[in-house]
C-alpha cells in the first residue's frame, strides 16, 4: 500500500480500513506469536519482529527493518509512522506468527483503529494490543494480583481490560486488534508474561530496536 504522508489522508484510510476490523475468536490453535517494537533516529525508523513458540515462549527468530520516516508523531496516528517499518520485519521473518503483539492500542483508540488493529487489517493476521498507559476509556483498578483485571469502556462499549501481569505491579492496558477478541487476548498476554511486566516478546523487540539504533549511532 502506499503510506499517506499527511494527516488529512490518514484521517480518509483509518475511516475505510476500520469497517474491516473483525473482532472474533481465534480460529486455530497458536504456534507462533510475534511481539514487534520500533524504535527512530534522525529520519529513519527501526521496525523489529521477535518470533516465539507459543505457549512455551520460547524464541525462535527475530528480524528487522530499516525504513525513512515519512508521517509526523501525531497521537492517534502511530501506525502510520511506524507501520512501514514494523510490516517489512514481520515479512522479513522466515516463519509467520499467527498472532502478533503490539506496545500500542487495538480497538481502544478515539477511532477504534489502533496500530494492532490497522496492521492486522492489512496483513490479515490476529493482533493484539499491549500498551503500557491508557489513550481512552475509564476503567476502575484492578486487584494486584497477577491475572486481575477490569473493563476499559470507551463511549459506552468494552474495548479492552485493564490487567495486572505480575502481583503488585502497574497493570497493561489490552485490547483486541483483528481477528481476536479480548478473552483471548488476555489468555494470549498472560501466557506470554512471566518474569516482567510486559509480554516476553514485546520486551525482546523493544530491546533489540533500541540495540540497533544504538549500534547505527555508534557507527
Known sequence: MKWPKDIARAKKVQE?????????SLRK????????????????????????KYP?????EEAYSITETSFPY???????????????????LKMK??????????????KGFGIAAHIGVLLDIPTIGCAKS????????PG?????????????????????TRDNVRPVFVSPGHRTDLKNSIKVILCCT???RIPEPLRSADFISKKIKRELLAG
Open 144 to 164: 494486584f494480583k497477577k491475572g486481575n483485571r477490569s473493563s476499559l469502556i470507551y463511549n459506552g462499549k468494552i474495548v479492552g481490560a485493564v490487567l495486572r
Open 56 to 60: 512455551e515462549i520460547i524464541f525462535v
Open 194 to 196: 512471566n518474569t516482567y
Open 74 to 92: 501525531i497521537p492517534g496516528f502511530l501506525s502510520f509512522r511506524e507501520g512501514q517499518a514494523i510490516i517489512q520485519a514481520i515479512y522479513a
Open 134 to 141: 491508557r489513550l481512552v476509556g475509564n476503567y476502575r483498578e
Open 29 to 52: 490453535s497458536l504456534e507462533y506469536v510475534a511481539g514487534v517494537d520500533a524504535a527512530f533516529f534522525g529520519d529513519k525508523i527501526v521496525g523489529v519482529a521477535c518470533l516465539y
Open 97 to 110: 506468527p499467527h498472532v502478533i503483539l503490539f506496545d500500542g492500542q487495538g480497538i481502544a483508540h478515539p
Open 16 to 24: 475505510v480500513l476500520k469497517k474491516k476490523v473483525r473482532i472474533t
